[in-house]
């Protein structure tokens, strides 16, 4: 389910090259997604809009897609002014869920969410 979920967000996103990582066409080499290892600051604006409507990449359950995109997106996110993180507030949200997930962030310093001014209240 995690690969077909991820080939879903590597088509909502417009990662459609194949390559020896991809879940998309061709002779898969690795099943890890280009998704996490193609994943920008560019690609910011697709991916808060695709986790609108969405607790977890793959819908509404923890699966190997969420694990994969955190490791993938960290050093992204903690690059993210207050403002960046309040403009992309599905990826802030989803991403402070992920790393709060018991056994996630491992070795990964933990990114500090500003809830009071990220979350208006209500929503978290």
């Not at 997604?33 to 695709?50: A, E, F, G, R």
Request: hydrophobic content about 35%.
């Amino acid at each position: 389910m995690a690969l077909r979920e991820l080939s879903s967000l590597e088509r909502f996103l417009g990662l459609k090259k194949p390559n020896k990582y991809s879940t998309q066409g061709g002779k898969k080499v690795n099943k890890t997604p280009n998704i996490v290892l193609t994943m920008s600051k560019c690609c910011c604006h697709d991916l808060n809009q695709y986790l609108e409507d969405k607790v977890y990449l793959a819908g509404n359950f923890f699966t190997l897609a969420d694990i994969l995109m955190y490791y993938g997106i960290h050093h992204i996110v903690v690059e993210l002014a207050v403002q960046e993180k309040e403009r992309y507030l599905n990826i802030t949200r989803w991403f402070d869920h992920i790393q709060h997930y018991p056994g996630v962030r491992h070795h990964l310093p933990p990114v500090v969410v500003l809830r009071n001014r990220v979350y208006p209240s209500g929503h978290y």
